[in-house]
């Protein structure tokens, strides 16, 4: 999160976001340890090459880095 005045922003790493079929997506694991697929909507580019997510996460939720596909639904994650 980054605090503003106006409002709570929530921002990922630009590499956490998955460009697929037209739809920009990031990757969270559960509090189960799952894998979630979850399409975002982007806003504008931060300081540290983070971006600004409009819609499609809470904060505090774990988005995972490095991925080149999402992982099938129900796949188990590590993080490390």
Known sequence: ?????ERTLIAVPEAAVLQRG????????????MASTRVVTVGRDLP??????LSGLSGGETVLLGLAAPP???T????S
């Open 1 to 5: 999160f980054i605090p503003t005045d």
């Open 76 to 79: 188990r994650v590590e993080v």
């Open 48 to 53: 540290g090459d983070q971006v600004e997510i």
């Open 22 to 33: 037209g739809m920009q997506m990031v990757v969270v694991r559960t509090e189960d340890g």
């Open 72 to 74: 099938a639904a129900g």
